[in-house]
C-alpha cells in the first residue's frame, strides 16, 4: 500500500487519506481542522505560513509578512516580527509597501 497523504493548509502537516473529508480533499483541509471556526482557520494558516516562509523572500512575501506585524492577532504579529526581525534589522521597517494585495486563502506555492 502506498504511503500517500495530503497536505493540510491549516495545520500544516501531512495526513492520511482518510483524515480528510470529500470536501476538505479540494480544499486541502483536515477533518480535525475542517471544524475548528473560521478565524481559527485563517490563524493558523497564517501561523502555519509564516513558519514556512523561506529564509530568501520574494517582495510579495516582504509585503505579506509586514502587514502581519500590524494583524489584530497579537500572536501572529509577535511572529510576524519575530520572522521579519530575523532577516531584516528591526530599523528597516519603512521599505516601500509591494502595492499587490496578498490573497488570503492560497498558500505559497
Ligand atoms: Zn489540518
Not at 523572500?57 to 489584530?72: F, R
Amino acid at each position: 500500500m502506498k504511503k500517500r497523504g495530503h497536505y493540510c493548509k491549516i495545520c500544516g502537516e501531512y495526513k492520511a487519506n482518510e483524515k480528510f473529508s470529500g470536501k476538505g480533499h479540494a480544499a486541502h483541509i483536515c477533518k480535525a481542522c475542517a471544524s475548528l471556526p473560521p478565524e481559527k482557520k485563517s490563524e493558523m494558516m497564517t501561523v502555519n505560513r509564516l513558519l514556512s516562509l523561506p529564509w530568501r523572500l520574494s517582495k510579495e512575501q516582504v509585503s505579506w509578512l509586514k502587514k502581519k506585524t500590524y494583524d489584530k492577532n497579537p500572536d501572529i504579529r509577535a511572529l510576524a516580527e519575530e520572522q521579519y526581525e530575523m532577516r531584516f534589522a528591526p530599523t528597516q521597517f519603512d521599505e516601500d509597501e509591494a502595492d499587490e494585495d496578498f490573497i488570503e486563502d492560497k498558500p505559497f506555492e
